[in-house]
């Protein structure tokens, strides 16, 4: 399934540094999987998403340091910057649904 991740604290997108979880959205099926914890190390969240068969397509934050930028960027997913607003909001603008 192919996935937009979000950068969350109280079901608001916020900057990954102030990230509390992450959300995994479902961008065929237009439904939230699943959150997890925010990993301390970016570089395990594709395998984290592999393990439950995602295909891991957007990243999306509010901002976001440059290293950890690149980092998403090489595992081939584009890095997407929003404003601070609900969760529901941002999906429903980006995904109209």
């Given at each position: 399934m192919a996935v937009a991740v979000f950068t969350c604290r109280k079901?608001?997108?916020t900057s990954?540094?102030?990230a509390e979880e992450l959300v995994v959205y479902d961008m065929d099926n237009r439904t939230i999987?699943?959150?997890l914890k925010k990993p301390r190390s970016i570089e395990v969240l594709e395998d984290i998403l592999e393990?439950?068969?995602c295909d891991f397509w957007v990243f999306?934050?509010?901002?976001?340091?440059?290293d950890v930028k690149s980092i998403i960027e090489e595992m081939g997913v584009?890095?997407?910057?929003?404003e601070k607003s609900p969760l529901?909001?941002?999906i429903k603008e980006l995904?109209?649904?």
């Open positions: 079901n608001y997108v990954y540094e102030d999987k699943f959150s393990d439950r068969n999306i934050t509010t901002s976001i340091p440059e584009k890095v997407q910057i929003v529901k909001e941002v995904f109209a649904t």
